[in-house]
């Protein structure tokens, strides 16, 4: 609890100290250069670094892994909210389910906090999928093997979580309107049938801000579709 009490006193200037940290961590993300002066980008980025300040505890591990989650997830949001809809890979060479790259830096102790933390988020998430009649065994049966499958449904998705009338029918319903769904991305309704449980899923872990940890397994990058 100093450390965070440290961070609260001291914000201006270590925000200021830690631009760099920010700037890669949204370059990471956005895979384009930024600029200060004119990318919204950014400035989420950097609400994003001092919302971590804000909501940061010690049982959440290291501070800096924490908050390239929070920069992470706050940017997709932005690209989510804005209705900019760039085209989201996961990052080629990655497990879905793989831990983010900064794991192997962090102390023995804190990965065993940061472990306690995403098994919380990993049984409420899994409670919020009995509703829609799902489990983590299922996603795994019906996940694509293709990458250009994953993220193909990855993008259906994405568009579909920023839909409030398709988020309302999924709430009220507990089922994936697949007519509505064809209609707002363009896809296939055959398509959006063969894998609806696994869209589902993701529209579900779009649409809510509880689950950070478990966004982040799944290594998605900003990009744009050269096909």
């Known amino acids: 609890m100093e450390e965070c009490k440290l961070l609260i006193e001291n914000r201006d200037s270590f925000i200021e100290e830690n631009k760099s940290f920010i700037y890669s961590t949204a370059l990471r993300i956005c895979k384009r250069s930024l600029s200060w002066n004119n990318d919204d980008e950014l400035s989420i980025a950097l609400l994003a670094f001092n919302k971590a300040c804000d909501s940061y505890l010690s049982e959440k591990g290291d501070f800096y892994s924490f908050s390239?989650?929070?920069i992470r997830n706050a940017l997709i949001d932005f690209f989510r909210k804005e209705g900019q809809r760039p085209y989201l890979t996961f990052d080629e060479g990655s497990n879905e389910l793989q831990y983010m790259d900064y794991k192997n830096s962090l102390k023995e102790y804190e990965i065993v906090r940061e472990n306690h933390s995403r098994a919380e988020e990993i049984a409420l998430f899994n409670e919020e999928l009995r509703k829609y009649k799902l489990s983590f065994s299922t996603l795994a049966e019906s996940c694509p093997s293709h990458r250009d499958t994953r993220n193909t449904l990855l993008n259906i998705a994405y568009i579909g979580s920023s839909s409030s009338k398709i988020i309302a029918t999924i709430r009220d319903k507990k089922r994936l309107p697949i007519k509505e769904l064809s209609l707002l991305t363009g896809s296939n309704t055959k398509l959006i049938e063969k894998w609806r449980k696994y869209i589902l899923a993701?529209?579900?872990?779009f649409s809510s801000e509880?689950?950070?940890?478990?966004?982040?397994?799944?290594?998605?990058?900003?990009?744009?579709?050269?096909?």
């Open 202 to 205: 993701l529209i579900i872990l």
């Open 68 to 70: 390239s989650v929070i």
């Open 210 to 227: 509880e689950y950070p940890y478990i966004k982040s397994y799944l290594d998605i990058k900003v990009g744009e579709n050269n096909d």
